[in-house]
């Protein structure tokens, strides 16, 4: 027998015993008394004093916030962040999300009630209870009804609560102790067999890690890969001259590509720069020039770039003097036909491409001259 | 029926009195002593046999799964019109199977149905076993499983989303939630029953697993308080899903063009034939379990009577059903519709269509006889025949539908291949081997919830009135 007991049980062989108990033990005043019953009894709440459960306002406020959630998730998706026409419906046809806006009430909802139900009003899992150690539970999960008189205090007298159940015509009546409120468990077993699944996870997590770091490649269906389809740049035995992919029919032009600047330097010295001057040419301009110029012209234009060195070649200092005072059009029939050492990039930048990196060029040649009246225009 | 404390049962015709709930002397000590000794005996050699079987049609069902994994969906008979074919069919029926159980664990309970408490449990876990069977063709279907998980609207790297307007991403929340929900109110209702085992059981490994699973459950006044009203809620909630899930699977046919797909009947049509063929194979289940469990004094007669009425009635919704279809395809006027029903009695498939008609409204009808609600060999024949002829029922609205609609250049003949068989045949497997698994693990019978409805289980002035 523990030496400070908190709480004395009382044993009941019929329902009808209980209930009759419940209002004397209630009346001796020695602590809460609550009830352990192997089924629901009806109207025992009611004998007990119990208040109505709260779990109906919870389910219905977080069903709701359910709804709202669907609703309110589906709406952002397909009306705001995602608007894509499908069915000829307009992007924020409400009706369609209805049946998942159910769903998830429901899902809210039914996950309220039950977890709220154990974790929050029951506040189990709890397997420090001195009732499931008691010898009595192997009765009460069974076909016993007890009834305790609990009082976590010191100065609980519980011969007086034993007494008041004998009274009150228990048949048998076993003393307990406190509640063992130690991190949620009491049972070696059970710490063991927790540490176990926790055991396993690990060496599950690192057994996918090692898998999947050695085996990187490991497709289970490659057949949608391994098509059996011609490859560019494969050979093909269907065409004449042995090439999977063909030349364009002669004398096509792709968009954006027709042949400019095809006369002389001197002659291109006439072409005007079509592009207006606004953020976003001198954006596409830089992109296209740190693409393709910076690693030989320089980061400056100055003719100093990350490849200089390693080339040995002398790329041109476009902030020279003599490249300050060119026209567009010889920079623009550079680009176009290359000159010296350096190869002709129409094939890959397009006419509007090549005209922005003139403009950058430009804002480059400025940007390492600036003039007094330069810094004003930037002011405020 | 509410009887008054002071009505003596004597005044109340006979008809009118609710039989008792069980056979025989059953207390609450004896209740447990039946039911919870299955997991701590050894199984029968019979048992061990039926396990075999299962076993081996599980592995026909996942030999055939891997094959079409290494070959592509080619490996089955799905082809241009019918690309929906034996995994659609298969994923409507193993949904709809599911149905029964939470009507008997839900509606029933929200009805009062006192009977529904000895056979819920075991509706239940057939529920969940049913949707796991169920969730496999959609997954195989998309024909990368591991992609799947493309389904649920989360931010990705290619900032896509999912189509809400679409009645299969409507599916996939649908299916999720109703599996969800189950297996809640069966581990909900599972708790005080795996606390008595706990309670029991001598060795210490279950001990182990059964204080974890109980979570601490000791049966407090309170708790019980709590657990009442939650469980109350949780069949409100699932009420609501058993007419969901298969109104929005029918979304996924009726919310389509195709003639025989698009009408406005099909989700109480498909909800009717859901609860219509998971009685049926409850009704099949029970039986067995009633015979070689010996829980004859708690799953009655009265029980099976019950059910076999609630399949009767089910039977003559889906013979209105069916009328409706032939109707609406008359009174249209649209002639597509119209070819479309034709097929169904007279086309290739006509044959599906018979077996459709002849399982599912035709052989029910001998349970208008309280003789053959009382006999085994009857009972069966219709379960059977309700379950082969609910199979088929979706095989003539997906096959008859799609393999000739408005474009006759299109149509064509569907033919299903053996390993369309095998994966059917293991899904079966599956779900017998969960439910041999389930009896012989955890109790078949919701003990508490029995336990509160013997005779004396209340105190005697609070009258018949029930709560689970």
Known sequence: MPETSYSVLGIFETPDALMKAIPKARAAKLGEVEAYTPYPIHGIDDALGHRKSPLGGMVLVMGILGAITA???????SAIDYPIITGGKAANSWEAFIPIMFEVTVLFATFTAGLGMLFLLNKLPFFGHPVLSS???????????????????????????????????????????????????????????????FTACVVAGLAMFFLTKWFPLLAPMKYMQDQPRLNAQKASTFFKDGHGMQQPVAGTVARGFLPTATGTQEEAASLVNPLPRTKEVFAEGRKVYVNRCEVCHGSLGNGVGSLTAAYGGKPANLQSQMFREYPDGKIYWAIVNGKNAMPSHAPYL???????????????????????EDLKVVAP | MKLDAATSAGDIPEGLLEPALTVGRVTPGSLDDQVLAFPETKPPKQWYFALAITLTAALIGVISIGYTFITGIGAWGNSSPVFWAFDIINFVFWVGIGHAGTLISAILFLFRKRWRNAIARFAEAMTIFAVICAVIFPLIHVGRPWLAYWLFPYPNQRALWTNFRSPLLWDVFAVNTYFSVSLMFWYLGLIPDIASM???????????????????????????????????????????????VHSVVSFDFATSVVPGWHMTIFPPYFVAGAIFAGFAMVVMVLVVVRETMELKNLITMRHLDVMNKVILSMSC??????????????????????HGFMNIVTGTYGWAGWVTISC??????????????ASYFWMILVAVGVTIGMWFERFVIIVISLHQDFLPSAWRIYKPTMVDFGVLLGTFGIFFTLVLLFARVLPVIATTEVK??????????????HHA
């Open chain 1, 71 to 77: 609703f309110g998730f589906q709406y952002w998706i």
């Open chain 1, 135 to 197: 010898k009595s539970i192997t009765g009460i999960t069974r076909d016993r009804y007890a009834l305790a008189i609990e009082a976590e205090d010191e100065s609980f007298d519980s011969a007086a609560a034993a007494q008041t159940l004998k009274d009150a015509g228990a048949i048998e009546v076993e003393i307990l102790p406190a509640p063992d409120r130690s991190p949620f468990l009491t049972s070696n077993f059970i710490l063991r067999a927790l540490g176990g699944i």
């Open chain 1, 350 to 372: 397009s006419e509007n491409e090549r005209w922005a990196v003139v403009h950058y060029v430009r804002a480059l040649q400025r940007a390492q001259n600036a003039k007094d």
């Open chain 2, 198 to 244: 706990r309670d029991r059981t001598t060795s210490k490994l279950r001990k182990v697993i059964y204080t974890i699973l109980a979570v601490g459950w000791r049966g407090a006044a309170t708790h019980w308080q709590h657990y009442e009203k939650a469980y109350l809620l949780l069949a409100g909630l699932a009420t609501g899903l058993v007419l969901s």
């Open chain 2, 317 to 338: 919704i889906m013979g209105y059903s069916y009328m409706m279809e032939g109707f609406t395809a008359w009174y249209s006027m649209n002639e597509f519709l119209h």
């Open chain 2, 360 to 373: 599912n409204i035709l052989i029910p009808q001998i349970l208008w006889f309280k003789k053959a609600r």
């Open chain 2, 452 to 465: 509160a409805i013997l005779p004396d289980a209340q105190p005697s002035h609070h009258g018949d009135e």
